[in-house]
């Protein structure tokens, strides 16, 4: 790969830096160490506080290089995108090691930084290449991955490889496509090659492609497999590459590590093989689980079961199906839904071993062919109606109503059972892509009179709105199960044994009453998701937001990240030294920007992001990278633009990179709060802290409302 794609110069450079790696390491000393404590490691990491905390006294830290281009969404198929931390993370805890990431704005940017030192291992779905074997060393696969072509939906397919001449494959500079892509240019001689920057995200580059921006790209067929079950505006063409391997990345010298990474992978039973071409003769579906070791989840996406949060994958069955996994020594591959007959169907089709989703046994399902675990909870079904609805105190004082349902749910079964006892029930089927949630949601809005939900979900809606009541429980409380297809009687032995083991007991009781009985982190999850979910509203003010940063060229998302920040969407917030309004200003810079008015949202908003125009303008001079500019401007827009050229004159006299925020200029402005430093700075003292906190904050609130939105 590399050596068709980097200069000779570049190449120098890297067997340098590889020969200095390997000097330093004979002259620190004789012996292998796996890690370096945590007092040597340089922070790259934009996620991470400022100032690193100190490990135990006698704990190491291993430094984890990850590709900050690789986003977290909710994947809907396959393995999770950050599976390989998770694995990193339990090979720490093992060797009781400190765990820090590192986060590389460019993917090419990985290798030589590992190289540098600056990292002890690379964990970015690493392809494993003939060329990067000849600058690192590998440790046994943990994923295997094949790479297709893939194009926007109104794109010319391609019906063999001859058809690729004349057309143009864009790849991400320092990716393993790039080898794929060479290889098929010599095969196709007129095939055009485009590289772009590393740092361009997977959802940008699909957007490129839907758009007919980008002709055609290669992606592994994980990634495509989970894209495809949320976006139709791309498809997967034609087989690129045979399979490859993913790995974590280690430095030749630090053979110690590598050993101790690959006998964790096979103690742990990790290793990933490549599947004979012969056909499988499974006896039971527990032993292609264990042949293939991998077991499937099928999921539905909502806010008791697993979604995304911040950008961390999270809910009670996500968990249970994590440690499922783990305790069985698999990897886990997490498959969302579309609706809730396809939660069933999923198992049926083989598409997925076991379902959870608080599915309550019915004779209806076992006749479709589900069996059923032992139960791992109950709950009570209850009639909800809207809060202006009459209490009653008995089932017939609901005769007239109407009940809204989906008919695949237990709660049909028990709202016909209840209609052969109470005069004049209307049952009415709803879409069977309404969650439980979204249907309380409609009786609430009193666009349904009634429905039936389990009293887990109704405590939980109760804690949040008071439009609502419980008027009857029907029956005892139900329980609850998880499922698999009928026939495969290991599997469900194993499904038993865990909830046996787990049920009440210490981990279970955790998970569950993290999201079931945590009032405070309920309060914030669910506010933010039922304001997000579907409609994608990250604020009151989106619209306004949308209408100004489309006039001047600014993420909207971004600026509504930082429009929390400075008020918490209140426009009314006024700060001690007199700043006002949604975006914080200063009513004599509000006036200079011509608005009289700063707490009307409309006139707010606009002289916000006239004014950040503003300073990104003035920025844009000092010569910062593209990349960086939005977080130099932040910086100036908090702080000031005095304070911030003074930040970037002392990294440059410190050695590090004057052009970068995270990890270069931003230690540099925490340095001006000290008395020895801020005595020879133009603009004098500054209180770091601040804008350093200040742009962390907006960035995580920002990547958190990117993957909500995508």
Same mark, same amino acid.
């Given at each position: 790969m590399y050596k068709f794609l980097i200069t000779k110069t570049a190449k120098k450079v890297y067997v340098v830096l590889l020969a200095?790696?390997?000097?330093?390491?004979?002259?620190?000393?004789? @012996?292998?160490?796996?890690?370096?404590?945590? @007092?040597?490691?340089?922070?790259?990491?934009?996620?991470?506080?400022?100032?690193?905390?100190?490990?135990?006294?006698?704990?190491?830290?291993?430094?984890?290089l990850i590709w900050g281009g690789g986003e977290i969404i909710l994947p809907r198929r396959g393995h999770p995108q950050d599976i390989e931390l998770d694995y990193l993370q339990q090979f720490a805890d093992e060797k009781n090691l400190k765990i820090k990431h590192i986060r590389v704005t460019k993917f090419a940017d990985l290798i030589p930084m590992l190289?540098?030192?600056?990292?002890?291992?690379?964990?970015?779905?690493?392809?494993k290449t003939r060329e990067r074997e000849k600058l690192l060393s590998f440790s046994e696969p943990f994923l295997l991955s094949k790479e297709y072509l893939v194009m926007g939906s109104q794109s010319k397919s391609l019906t063999s490889g001859k058809d690729l001449n004349g057309r143009e494959?864009?790849?991400?500079?320092?990716?393993?496509?790039?080898?794929?892509?060479?290889?098929?240019?010599?095969i196709y001689p007129q095939l055009k090659i485009r590289l772009v920057d590393s740092a361009i995200s997977h959802e940008t580059l699909y957007d490129k492609l839907a758009s007919g921006e980008y002709d055609i790209s290669i992606q592994d067929n994980n990634l495509l497999k989970s894209a495809s079950t949320y976006r139709d505006d791309i498809k997967m063409s034609l087989q690129a590459s045979a399979t490859r391997q993913l790995a974590w990345?280690?430095?030749?010298?630090?053979?110690?590590?590598?050993?101790?990474?690959?006998?964790?992978?096979?103690?742990?039973?990790?290793?990933a093989r490549a599947k004979p071409k012969t056909k499988h003769g499974y006896k039971t579906q527990w032993q292609k689980i264990q042949a293939t070791k991998t077991v499937r989840f099928v999921l539905r996406n909502n806010l008791s079961s697993y979604y995304i949060?911040?950008?961390?994958?999270?809910?009670?069955?996500?968990?249970?199906?994590?440690?499922?996994?783990?305790?069985?020594?698999?990897?886990?591959?997490?498959?969302?839904?579309?609706?809730?007959?396809?939660?069933?169907?999923?198992?049926l089709e083989d598409k997925a071993d076991i379902a959870l989703g608080f599915l309550?046994?019915?004779?209806?399902?076992?006749?479709?062919?589900?069996?059923?675990?032992?139960?791992?909870?109950?709950?009570?079904?209850?009639?909800?109606?809207?809060?202006?609805?009459?209490?009653?105190?008995?089932?017939?004082?609901?005769?007239?109503?109407?009940?809204?349902i989906r008919p695949s749910s237990s709660y049909w079964e028990s709202a016909v059972a209840l209609k052969k006892t109470v005069e004049g029930i209307n049952l009415v089927g709803v879409a069977e892509s309404q969650e439980t949630e979204l249907i309380i949601d409609k009786v609430g809005e009193k666009e349904y009179e009634m429905?039936?939900?389990?009293?887990?979900?109704?405590?939980?809606?109760?804690?949040?709105?008071?439009?609502?009541?419980?008027?009857?429980?029907?029956?005892?409380?139900?329980?609850?199960?998880?499922?698999?297809?009928?026939?495969?009687?290991?599997?469900?032995?194993? @499904?038993?044994?865990?909830i046996k083991k787990h049920y009440k007991g210490l981990f279970y009781n955790v998970i569950y009453n993290k999201y079931f009985k945590n009032q405070k982190r309920l309060d914030r999850h669910y506010r933010d998701y039922a304001q997000q979910n579907d409609s994608g509203v990250l604020s009151p003010y989106d619209e306004i937001v949308k209408k100004y940063a489309r006039q001047h060229n600014f993420d909207w998302r971004l600026l509504v990240s930082q429009m929390h920040q400075e008020s918490r969407f209140n426009p009314n917030a006024k700060s001690m030294a007199g700043a006002k309004g949604l975006f914080q200003l200063m009513p004599r810079t509000a006036k200079q920007l011509g608005i009289e008015n700063v707490h009307l949202p409309e006139q707010g908003i606009k002289a916000g992001v006239l004014y950040m125009n503003w300073v990104r303008e003035r920025m844009r001079k000092d010569e910062v990278q593209d990349d960086q500019l939005i977080w130099f401007t932040l910086a100036s827009y908090n702080a000031g633009a005095g304070h911030v050229r003074d930040a970037m004159r002392l990294a440059k006299q410190k050695g590090w990179r004057d052009d970068v925020w995270f990890g270069n200029v931003e230690k540099a402005m925490l340095l001006l709060s000290k008395s020895q430093y801020a005595a020879k700075a133009r603009y004098g003292y500054v209180r770091g802290q601040e804008p350093v906190n200040y742009i962390r904050k907006i960035k995580r609130r920002f990547d958190t409302y990117e993957n909500i939105l995508q």
């Open positions: 200095m790696f390997i000097l330093a390491m004979v002259i620190v000393s004789s @012996s292998s160490n796996i890690v370096t404590s945590s @007092s040597q490691a340089i922070s790259r990491d934009s996620q991470a506080a400022s100032v690193t905390p100190a490990a135990e006294p006698n704990q190491k830290t291993l430094r984890v190289l540098a030192g600056e990292g002890d291992v690379i964990a970015a779905n690493l392809t494959i864009v790849i991400q500079k320092g990716k393993s496509y790039e080898s794929t892509a060479l290889g098929l240019q010599k990345g280690v430095a030749p010298s630090n053979k110690a590590l590598l050993t101790e990474l690959n006998q964790f992978l096979k103690n742990q039973y990790l290793v949060w911040r950008g961390e994958l999270l809910g009670f069955h996500y968990e249970l199906a994590k440690r499922f996994a783990k305790e069985h020594h698999l990897r886990y591959e997490i498959i969302v839904a579309p609706n809730n007959v396809a939660l069933l169907d999923y198992l309550t046994p019915t004779a209806q399902r076992r006749n479709k062919g589900i069996a059923f675990s032992r139960p791992y909870h109950y709950a009570s079904e209850l009639v909800v109606a809207h809060k202006d609805r009459a209490e009653i105190n008995a089932a017939t004082e609901l005769a007239n109503s109407t009940i809204y429905t039936i939900a389990d009293s887990h979900i109704v405590d939980i809606e109760m804690t949040f709105r008071d439009d609502i009541q419980s008027l009857i429980a029907l029956g005892v409380p139900k329980s609850q199960s998880w499922a698999v297809a009928s026939g495969h009687d290991k599997l469900l032995a194993k @499904s038993n044994a865990f």
